[in-house]
């Protein structure tokens, strides 16, 4: 948050002040005109760059140009810029588009060309932020990552398209360490007659119905997901050592936080029936089964 915010205060106060035209005031014969102008250029080009931006971070899979091996974990710290970067773009885009229509009313009001700019790029940023707490426009880059990873793994791609999309979290894992997305590793999960099973990016495991142990409902109150009413499916798993692993799910590749509350309480209907009934399978079952 902090960096977010030097970023947007950074970027807007110095485009407005190095790239105002220098006849640009309120007082001046088509001042307002000039205002406008220079306002809707300004905001063509943010907009145009955060646009250019976003598909070129999605096709790339967040600048990620080999699924050979695993790359959740140096993409979800691209991902963090990234989303920094798109936010201050299409803030400032969206902002000067404003300040080009809004902006002359604020310098009849007696504001200066650099405030009545700023205001509304300020302004924009906030709302743009905002409407991503909801609005999901990573989700075709979790999808892209989660799919390509198992595709260069062998799954095939009848298999990968009825696979449900999810993450993994550790719900013991302090706030230390996270570091943007809390996801620790992204794959797919088919539930088979005899076995739950993940494959992923970094990790692959099959769990049978003796192994789960218990299946718990929890919100992550340090998480954004919670805006959304989410409670997350938590699965506390017997290992062979004695010790039971509480693997924390997430529903992946939804544009709003309301169709992904959804698919996490299909997802836990599903697990829980899977679990109580035998021979119950979700999809068909893949060809290769990883062992837990």
């Known amino acids: 948050m902090v960096a977010f915010s030097v970023c947007v205060v950074v970027a807007a106060f110095w485009w407005t002040r190095h790239h105002l035209a220098a006849g640009e005031s309120a007082a001046a014969p088509g001042g307002g005109v000039a205002f406008s102008a220079g306002s809707l250029r300004l905001g063509g080009f943010f907009l145009g760059s955060g646009l250019l931006f976003y598909l070129v971070a999605i096709v790339t899979g967040c600048f990620s140009f080999s699924f050979k091996r695993p790359v959740w974990k140096a993409a979800k710290v691209k991902l963090y810029f990234a989303n920094i970067v798109l936010i201050v773009l299409l803030g400032l885009g969206l902002g000067f588009l404003c300040a080009a229509f809004g902006g002359p009313v604020l310098l009849r009001l007696g504001l200066d060309v650099q405030t009545a700019r700023l205001l509304p790029v300020m ?151 899977w679990h109580a009934q035998r021979q119950f399978a979700y999809i068909a079952k893949p060809l290769k089964i990883p062992k837990f």
């Open 123 to 273: 302004f924009m940023i906030v709302v743009v932020q905002m409407v991503l707490l909801w609005v999901l426009l990573w989700s075709p880059l979790e999808k892209r990552i989660i799919r390509k990873r198992l595709r260069t793994a062998g799954v095939s791609r009848a298999e990968v398209h009825s696979a449900m999309l999810v993450g993994l979290s550790n719900p013991g894992s302090g706030f230390a360490k996270r570091f943007g997305m809390i996801e620790e590793d992204l794959g797919g999960l088919w539930l088979t007659p005899e076995l739950l099973i993940y494959r992923g990016d970094g990790e692959q495991f099959g769990i049978t119905r003796g192994q789960l142990v218990q299946m718990e409902r929890r919100a992550d109150h340090r998480s954004t997901s919670v805006l959304g009413g989410i409670a997350h499916v938590i699965l506390h798993v017997s290992l062979p050592d004695g010790s039971v692993r509480p693997i924390r799910l997430h529903t992946e590749g939804h544009w709003t936080m309301g169709r992904k509350r959804a698919a996490m309480e299909a997802l836990a209907g599903a697990i829980a029936k």
